[in-house]
């Protein structure tokens, strides 16, 4: 399992590589560049802009600077100055030194922030909306595909398996607005919008939810269905081990 683990790993680096090369030399092919308007800038005003983002450097540079500044850490001792050059997404105390690691580098589109900012900003809506997403996706998708399983070709079965195939067919963008019309506007339960609350939380975690949760109905079971007529099964109920028992290790 271990040495699988470290060639899985090995491969997503390898897959992470290649990717940001290709997006990487995609950006710089398509015609103009993070200062382009409709309103041309003046030669040395462009000129200075791609100076402080060191725009004019060779297009390898820019790819070994920015990679660099994301996967390879450093200790710095020195106060910091401010600069986007420095600012680290992971800052660590170490003694008299700050293990400092990820710089993403600035953003062009709001240059009063780096892309460091946007992440502090959002990435903590961001986990809770994914971690609340998965519970929904897990308590439902697991039972429903349990019982899917044990009552095949029943209509307890058609019907978990035409909620299985909704979630997947109806994209999130589709239907989050729906929730917000039939729970938000036609019967005020909750929230259309915001977050923190729980009036404003359900409504966001369940559409992003509800399609992973088909997926898991329907690999739950597939699974289920594949193991349930097994021989050492039926040795497990000619033994007297109780129903629920064989569906709960079945499932887990």
């Not at 910091?80 to 953003?107: A, Q, R």
């Not at 978990?160 to 195939?165: C, D, L, Y």
């Not at 923190?196 to 992973?212: I, M």
């Amino acid at each position: 399992m271990s040495r699988y683990i470290v060639r899985r790993l090995l491969w997503l680096f390898v897959v992470i590589f290649f990717v940001s090369i290709i997006t990487f030399g995609i950006m710089h092919a398509v015609p103009g560049g993070p200062f382009s308007r409709e309103k041309k800038l003046p030669p040395a005003v462009l000129k200075q802009q791609n100076e402080k983002y060191r725009l004019d450097d060779p297009l390898w540079k820019q790819y070994v600077d920015y990679m660099g500044g994301i996967f390879i850490p450093r200790l710095n001792r020195g106060e910091p100055t401010g600069s986007y050059l420095e600012d680290y997404l992971v800052n660590i105390p170490i003694g008299d030194y700050t293990l400092e690691w990820m710089n993403f580098g600035p953003s062009y589109k709001s240059q009063s922030r780096t892309v460091n900012d946007i992440f502090r900003e959002n990435l903590p809506v961001t986990a809770q909306l994914g971690f609340y997403a998965f519970l929904i996706a897990s308590f439902v998708g697991i039972p429903m595909g349990v019982v899917a399983a044990l009552k095949q070709n029943t209509m307890a079965d058609y019907l978990a398996m035409a909620v299985a195939i909704f979630g997947v067919s109806v994209p999130v963008i589709v239907l989050g607005p729906i929730l917000v019309w039939l729970f938000a506007i036609q019967t005020p339960v909750f929230l259309p919008s915001g977050w923190g609350t729980l009036r404003e939380n359900v409504l966001p975690a369940v559409a992003l939810g509800l399609g992973s949760s088909a997926i898991i109905a329907r690999l739950t079971r597939a699974s289920l269905l594949q193991v349930i007529r097994e021989d050492y099964i039926r040795t497990a109920r000619a033994k007297g081990l109780a129903e629920r028992v064989v569906v709960v290790r079945q499932s887990g």
